[in-house]
């Protein structure tokens, strides 16, 4: 359960805004969202960790600035009909961007419990890869689910801010069980031939 903590962690202020925007208002959602992300970004900054380990906390601090001055300045715009789509879709174009310039997001919060020797190995990067595409993919189809819904339902608040916690539980879960698997198969790799007769 701690493993799992640890990667959401940074989801913090996604989560934050998901549950608070479809109970409270895209307001107080992007506002609390926004002050939630520099704090987290600020915390981890003063303790030691770079730009490069905090890119979902500095991506979640330029989306919810943009949406806090829309939601306020434009309570009632188009937009807020949208916001769940959007947010899903904006941390889709983040990870898949990572990716697509061969930095996986997840590789700066793996290095903060991975020791720095294995940062270069190919081991450590393919890992990270085939769990950012985990998480891209979650947000993609987590973006086109309640994309759908949105438009399909009016007011499907609720739903969507179901359908937006789902896609931050599953790839997480997905994060921890590949993490036990690939260590308990570096456990096997390392036992001595016949260490198991």
Known sequence: MG???GSLRGFIPWIAFA????????QIGALTAGALSVVLL???IRTGHGLDENVIELSATVFFAVIAVVACLEPHSALREAIGALSSGWLALTAWGSLAISRPFTMGIARRS????FWGTPQFRRANVVITTAWAASFTVTAAATGTLDYAVSHSGTATTLIQTAGY??????TVRYQ???RRDAARAA???GAEA
């Open 42 to 44: 600020v915390r981890n």
């Open 114 to 117: 991975v020791p720095q020797a």
């Open 19 to 26: 549950v608070l925007s479809g109970t409270s208002g895209w």
């Open 180 to 182: 036990d698997a690939r």
């Open 3 to 5: 493993a799992m903590v």
């Open 191 to 193: 036992q001595p031939q």
């Open 169 to 174: 539980l599953v790839p997480a879960a997905f």
